[in-house]
């Protein structure tokens, strides 16, 4: 199968207006234990029982604090397992810290695969998150890795790139969701070719995968 046959329809993706829905309930028991959450969700809910979030609302989000929770609310909007959420909001400190010192959005910044490296590691020592989150946060914040545009890589995308549907993603196929650097370089690698050659936006290829790499039939 070739992904190049629906290269129209990913041209013409709402990539930007891409949307879930998450209720204040589903956050309540980390806003009991976090008191700056209670807080900012009272400007997030606006006294609302549910709050749908685009893509488009997350990079219109200039303080940072607010931009990580949004990007975890549009990303698990049903939650997360266990404590997760809870052991990621109670270092959020450290999160905020090192996103405002590596990751200023006004400038744009470009990293390479050591600062890479250094935020995948942060990231993996706090429970509840890994590369998926971490690549959401790039992603939303603009950010270049080795000259690429970051892109959201989570456990949906890798599964419809194991399964190697794709010719032009065949390369991909024994991508792993533990391989940290080497795999997202890669990824970002194969994703910048790809979506040259089609002539279309790497992030209506990534919505793409994400949307229709796993319900489409080979023959």
Sequence with gaps: ????????????????????????????????????????????????IAVTISRQDVFATDDVRELIVKTIYWGYP???????????????????????????????????????????????SIEGLGISTLTKLLYFNDVTFDGHRCLILDSRIIKVLQEAKFNEFHSLRHIRYGKGVLLYTQYLQVMSAVSRDLDVNCEGLEQFLFLFGGNLKIG
């Design 1 to 48: 199968m070739k992904i190049q046959d629906y290269s129209g329809l990913i041209r013409n993706l709402p990539v930007r207006q891409q949307s879930f829905t998450t209720k204040r309930s589903t956050w309540g028991k980390a806003e009991s234990q976090i008191p700056w959450l209670a807080e900012l969700n009272n400007k997030i809910f606006e006294n609302r």
């Design 78 to 124: 049903r939650g997360m397992r266990g404590n997760h959420v809870v052991n990621i909001f109670n270092a959020m400190k450290e999160i905020e810290t090192e996103f405002t010192l590596a990751l200023a959005r006004e400038t744009n910044q470009s990293i390479d695969s050591s600062n890479f490296a250094s935020l995948l590691e942060l990231f993996e």
